[in-house]
Every structure is written in structure tokens, then in C-alpha cells.
């Protein structure tokens, strides 16, 4: 076989990536059917295609690539380090420099009261071993009956049998027999979907007391821990009503459950600051980290953990661990993004400038005849589709068929928007300049007309 490169003409890639590449989330007949978009270089916020289009990346990649694409700094880091140490294990007494540097960095960089990290490879990972980590923590207390942890409907937490068994999505607990024993699931924060004639307020406390509810259902001490994401992001992009994350720390101070905040999208600058759980005033016992933390150059995450349950579990043997683990080349990656988001003010950048830019112009959009809500916190933002504002109607048509009208509308546009079923959503690199929100903004704006001719003229509208 020939030496497979950028330079090979689409379609040849297109019929190998089909023979032999199986895509996660996607129906491979159709892709193959289709023919994939293959990307083969992107810097700043722009990717670019093996057919020389431009598009504007406004997803970061997977909500990931906080820096941008094209970082030299961080490749340095990573050959730098892949010459000195490619690989060494953290289970058997031993340890290495760059997981050292980066475990003081987050204890740095996170809340007061999160000093310790455990390691994982990604973000469905770290939760695998949070959900191992509460029980141990409980159990080690003398409390092995506290197994039960509570998630939200429409949560996303990863795709492991364990992630995906905290996470609420229906279609994923319907293939292979999930959700896992010891899970339960209350309804999630959107009002725009499910608050009815409610105020935002009065929902927002409606859905944080089902929390209290299912504890006092199951009673207190079966309960281990309650999940959430500060902000919804794979759900929608769902923020949540300002009565909500308040309520739910009461309930979880008052019943003595461990708090999870899933920061793998929110943390590290999405939302305006380090964490999402400031953003929304949750004082979490464990963050679960992955996606931002190395902005997407290498697969890394990990759950960092408060000092009380860092005490506990200390004194025992936790017998949980991955190979890669506070991998080391991952770590001086992960190093090297926090050090130049420091250095850069990007966070800062984020909250003061950029963000309340790119809020006013996205709140805007509901001007546009199809667009019922906008919510947007930092550099994460939803826009909902809807026949008719007032009633906050969905479509006639099946759900996500809008949707993914205007996804591809996007694409042809120069675009990454995505859709969950009919609502829009953005996360862009954090760095995105002022005048390419602009260029988002228009070109958003352009793909929202020519969904909005389409389904008119197809008899959706
Ligand atoms: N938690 C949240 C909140 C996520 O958004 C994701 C990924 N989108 C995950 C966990 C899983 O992370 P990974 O894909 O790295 O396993």
C-alpha cells in the first residue's frame, strides 16, 4: 500500500477512513455513503480541509482546544519531553517530574480545599474513577451501604459504561444495558424545554429539589454523591436558572453527599473563570477535569479531589489506576497550555473582553425569526430554534431535523456550529479575536436565513 498523506486526493482518503475507520456517535453507512469532510491542518481558530476550504472551528474542536490550534510551545513540550522521559508508570513507588509540576499547578489553580489529583486519560475516565473514589471514600469512613450516586437526565458524563451511566442520554442507556446499578437520574435545568408556565426561578428550584426528594426516597445513607455539570454542554448548552446550583449545594451541605462538579467542558477558562464551579458558586468536593487542561494536544484528565476526602482515601490502598495515569508526556503538555494561558491572560481576556463581546451579539440572534432563546455563559452559548417564540413550541418535525438544517448550513458557510436536536451551540477556542466573533456572528446569521428559506419552502416553518 502506498504512503497514506494530506496530499492524496479526497476521495482516496475518503474510501480508506470508510473501509476502515469506525467514527464514534455516527452511522458509518451514511458517513461512508456521504463522504467524510477530512481535516488536515488548522491554526488559531481555523481549520482547514483536504479540499482548501477555511471554516471557523466555533466548537474548539470537542469543546477542547482552549488555545487554539497551532501552538508551537506546546509540540516543543512534547517532543522536549518525549526525548527525555516518554514513559513512566506512577504505581509502584514512583513518580516523575512533569506529574509533580502539573499536580502543584492545579492545586494552584483550583478552588481552596482541592489539592490532589488523580489521573486519567480523558474525561469518561476520570469519572469512571470518581464514581470508584466516592464509594471507596464511603466505605472507607464505615459507610459501604452510600453507593448510590444521582445524575440528571440529558447530563453527559462520557462515554465508558461508567460515564455513560452517570451521563442522562437516553439513546446511549438503550444500547448495551445501561445505565449500571446504583444510578439515578432527576430532571434536568431547561426551562426553555420543560419549565412550562413556570417562572426560570421557580423550575430552577423545582428541578434542585428533586435532588432532595430521590435523598430522602432512598433514604440518606444509601445516597453517595450527586453530578452535574455546572453548565450542561453536550445536554445543549443548558444554564441553568440562578435558583438552581444554590439549592442543590444546600441539599448536598445539608444531607452530608459529596458534590461532583463535571468541570471537563467548563473548566479551564470556558466560562470566565478557571473553573465553572465559580462561575456558578458550587463549592464542589471533586472536580472531574480533562478536555482544556492540555486544550486537546494530548489525552489527559483526572479528577482533583477535596483535602477531607484526599485524607481519608490516603490511608488506604485505592486499587484503581490506568496505565497512562499523570502520563508524562501529557502532563508537560498540559503544563505548558497552563502556562501559557497564564502568561497570556487568556482566562481574564475571556471574562473582561471577549466574552461580553460575543455575548451581546449572540443574545442578538433572537431577532432572527427562528431563534426563540440565547443563553451564553463565557465562551459557551446556545441559541434554541423554535416555530413560535412565545410558546416555546418545538417543530412539527422530528426532533433535530432543524437542527441539523442549519449544522449543514454552517458547514457550507465556512462554520462549526453544532446541533443538538434543535438548538444551536458554540464554544469556540478561547482565543477567538473580536472581529472573528464577527465573522462567526455573520456567518451564523447567514446559515440561520438559509435554514429558515429551506423549511419554509419545505413546509416545516
Ligand atoms: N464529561 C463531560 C461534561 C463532557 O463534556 C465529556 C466529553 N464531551 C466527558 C465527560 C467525557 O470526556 P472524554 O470524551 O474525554 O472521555
Known amino acids: 500500500m502506498s504512503v497514506i498523506t494530506n496530499h492524496m486526493p479526497t476521495e482516496e482518503l475518503q474510501a480508506l477512513d470508510a473501509a476502515h475507520h469506525m467514527h464514534p456517535f455516527t452511522t458509518q453507512d451514511e458517513l461512508a455513503e456521504r463522504g467524510v469532510r477530512v481535516i488536515t491542518r488548522a491554526k488559531g481558530v481555523t481549520l482547514t480541509d483536504s ?39 506512577t504505581f509502584f513507588m514512583t513518580t516523575h517530574v512533569p506529574v509533580i509540576a502539573l499536580s502543584a499547578k492545579l492545586a494552584q489553580l483550583a478552588p481552596e480545599g482541592l489539592n490532589t489529583v488523580f489521573y486519567a486519560g480523558s474525561g469518561s475516565e476520570a469519572n469512571d474513577t470518581n464514581i470508584r473514589l466516592v464509594r471507596h471514600y464511603w466505605s472507607a469512613m464505615g459507610k459501604p451501604e452510600k453507593s448510590i450516586i444521582i445524575s440528571r437526565q440529558n447530563a453527559y458524563h462520557g462515554s465508558t459504561l461508567g460515564g455513560a451511566s452517570l451521563g442522562g442520554m437516553v439513546p446511549m442507556h438503550q444500547q448495551g444495558g445501561l445505565p449500571l446499578p446504583d444510578k439515578h437520574h432527576i430532571g434536568q435545568p431547561d426551562w426553555w424545554s420543560e419549565g412550562g408556565d ?66 471537563v467542558i467548563c473548566g479551564f477558562g470556558r466560562t470566565g473563570n478557571w473553573f465553572g464551579s465559580e462561575t456558578m458558586g458550587i463549592r464542589p468536593d471533586i472536580m472531574t477535569i480533562a478536555k482544556g487542561l492540555s486544550s486537546g494536544y494530548a489525552p489527559i484528565g483526572g479528577s482533583i479531589v477535596s483535602d477531607e476526602i484526599a ?72 441559541i434554541a430554534l423554535t416555530p413560535n417564540k412565545e410558546s416555546r413550541a418545538p417543530f412539527a418535525a422530528e426532533k433535530g431535523t432543524v437542527g441539523y438544517k442549519c449544522r449543514e448550513h454552517c458547514f457550507d458557510t465556512g462554520l462549526v456550529m453544532r446541533h443538538v436536536g434543535d438548538r444551536m451551540v458554540i464554544s469556540p477556542p478561547l482565543v477567538i479575536k473580536p472581529e472573528e466573533i464577527d465573522m462567526l456572528i455573520d456567518r451564523a446569521t447567514i446559515a440561520l436565513d438559509k435554514t429558515y428559506d429551506q423549511i419554509k419552502s419545505e413546509g416545516l416553518y
Open 51 to 89: 479540499e482548501g476550504h477555511e471554516i471557523l472551528d466555533g466548537m474548539a474542536g470537542l469543546w477542547c482546544v482552549n488555545i487554539g490550534y497551532g501552538r508551537e510551545e506546546l509540540a516543543e513540550a512534547a517532543a522536549r519531553q518525549m526525548r527525555e522521559l516518554p514513559y513512566y508508570n
Open 198 to 263: 413556570m417562572s426560570p426561578e421557580e423550575f430552577g428550584l423545582m428541578r434542585a429539589r428533586e435532588l432532595e426528594e430521590t435523598i430522602l426516597h432512598y433514604g440518606e445513607d444509601r445516597i453517595a454523591a450527586f453530578i452535574g455539570e455546572p453548565v450542561q454542554g453536550a445536554g445543549g448548552v443548558i444554564v441553568p436558572p440562578e435558583t438552581y446550583w444554590p439549592e442543590i449545594q444546600r441539599i448536598c451541605d445539608k444531607y452530608g453527599i459529596l458534590l461532583i462538579a463535571d468541570e
Open 311 to 382: 485524607k481519608v482515601v490516603n490511608a488506604t490502598e485505592f486499587n484503581h489506576g490506568y496505565t497512562y495515569s499523570g502520563h508524562p508526556v501529557c502532563s508537560a503538555v498540559a503544563l505548558e497550555n497552563l502556562r501559557i494561558m497564564e502568561e497570556e491572560r487568556v482566562v481574564e481576556t475571556v471574562r473582561d473582553v471577549t466574552a461580553p463581546y460575543l455575548k451581546q451579539k449572540w443574545e442578538a440572534l433572537t431577532d432572527h425569526p427562528l431563534v426563540g432563546e440565547a443563553k451564553i455563559v463565557g465562551m459557551m452559548g446556545s
